[in-house]
């Protein structure tokens, strides 16, 4: 079964940086599918932050953190990350690694980010 660990959130001030790590299991990285990071904020809508390919690395963002933030993988060690840089307070959110494997949704468990000001 396909389990995703997220780690790496915390407090940081406008500006700081932080880097959230998804560490996954029982996914084949031959198959085709995408890693990406959601975020939610409460009383509002689960928002697509980033993601990447499995087979060829492509990458995608929304355009708020575009140039902020970076998405990458280590098929080495079965993690992918979410480098962000320039925080901003409406950064601030519950942060969750997703993973669509043959047709089933697998989440994280989620991680806060607070950014203040």
């Known amino acids: 079964e396909v389990q995703l660990v997220e780690s790496g959130g915390g407090l940081v001030q406008v500006g700081g940086s932080l880097r959230l790590s998804c560490a996954a299991s029982?996914?084949?990285?031959?198959?085709?599918?995408?890693i990406g990071w959601f975020r939610q904020v409460p009383g509002k809508d689960l928002e697509g932050v980033s993601c990447?390919?499995?087979?060829?690395?492509?990458?995608n963002y929304v355009g708020s953190v575009k140039g902020r933030f970076t998405i990458s993988s280590d098929n080495a060690r079965n993690t992918v990350y979410l480098q962000m840089n320039n925080l901003k307070p409406e950064d601030t959110a519950v942060y969750y690694c997703?993973?669509?494997?043959?047709?089933?949704?697998?989440w994280g468990q989620g991680t806060q980010v607070t950014v203040s000001s």
């Open positions: 997703n993973v669509r494997f043959r047709s089933v949704d697998f």
């Open positions: 990447i390919s499995s087979i060829d690395g492509s990458t």
């Open positions: 029982g996914l084949t990285f031959f198959e085709n599918y995408a």
